[in-house]
C-alpha cells in the first residue's frame, strides 16, 4: 500500500488544486492519513492558497474522524490561530467543543461553545453550539 497521497508528492509544478483534490478524495474515501498528508503537504506547498483554512479545517475533520481528539483539538486550533478571519472559525470551535466534550473536558468544550454563541451570533454554527449548551437529560 503506498502512503503517499492520491495527488501524489508535491513536487516541482505540483497544481495546488489537484493537490488538494487529491487529498479531499482521500478524505471523502475515507482515507483520512492519506488525506491529512495530502493537505499537510498542501498547506507547506501552498501557504498563501486561498484554500489553505479550507485544508486546514480538514486535517482537523480527518482527525475527529479517526477518533484522533486530541490531534483535532490541535488542528482546529491552528485554523483559529493561522486564520482568524476564515470562514471556517466558527465551525472549528464548535468542533473543537465537540471534540472537548467527548474527552470529558466540559469546562474547555463549555468555553469553545459559548464563544461561538457570543461572537459568531447569526451563523449555522453559533445554532449548534447552543444546541450543545443546552443540559442533556440522561
Known sequence: ?????????????????????????????????????????YIKTFPQSPQVDYAQFHVGASYTNQGKYEKAIEAYGTLIKNYP???FVPDAYVK??????????ADKARESFEFVVQNYPDTVAATMAQQNLIPQRP
Not at 505540483?14 to 503537504?41: E, F, N, R, V
Not at 473543537?96 to 473536558?105: E, I, P, S
Open 85 to 87: 478571519k476564515s470562514s
Open 96 to 105: 473543537m467543543g465537540t471534540a472537548y466534550k467527548t474527552l470529558k473536558q
Open 1 to 41: 500500500i503506498s502512503m503517499s497521497p492520491a495527488g501524489g508528492a508535491a513536487g516541482i509544478g505540483a497544481s495546488p488544486q489537484k493537490l488538494l483534490d487529491g487529498a479531499m478524495a482521500d478524505y471523502y474515501a475515507s482515507q483520512y492519513d492519506l488525506a491529512i498528508l495530502g493537505l499537510d503537504s
